[in-house]
Nanobody, 128 residues
Framework: QVRLVESGGGSVQAGGSLKLSCVAS????????MGWFRQFPGMERDGVAT???????????NYTDSVKGRFTISQDNAGNTLYLQMNSLKPEDTAIYYC??????????????????WGQGTQVTVSS
């Protein structure tokens, strides 16, 4: 069983930065793709950034258009901690952010990936 524990959320003023962390445990075989999703009130979770953790394309990333150039997804050398560096934050980035992973990696770098495991979520609030 995979377990994901997020940290790093909080409140920041517009233009500020936050760095989210996600510590993963469990079978590496169940973590072929990892990523960050966010959920706005009353909406479904949408992908923010993903990273392929397997295959010859390991490390390939994908970002939703609204965060390109502002957010960066990365991992530690062991591949057990996923990060999301968020710069130039905007009020519209306010959401609950979830770490996700899964054995399935189809669509991991094209924006159509469906995770199998989720973290508990961490709130990010950006004030104007």
């Amino acid at each position: 069983q995979v377990r994901l524990v997020e940290s790093g959320g909080g409140s920041v003023q517009a233009g500020g930065s936050l760095k989210l962390s996600c510590v993963a445990s469990g079978s590496i075989a169940d973590r072929n793709c990892m990523g960050w999703f966010r959920q706005f009130p009353g909406m479904e979770r949408d992908g923010v950034a993903t990273m392929l953790m397997t295959s010859s394309f390991r490390g390939r990333t994908n970002y939703t258009d609204s965060v390109k150039g502002r957010f960066t997804i990365s991992q530690d050398n062991a591949g057990n901690t996923l990060y999301l560096q968020m710069n130039s934050l905007k009020p519209e980035d306010t959401a609950i952010y979830y770490c996700a992973t899964g054995r399935n990696w189809v669509g991991c770098t094209s924006g159509s990936w469906r995770p199998g495991y989720w973290g508990q979520g961490t709130q990010v609030t950006v004030s104007s």
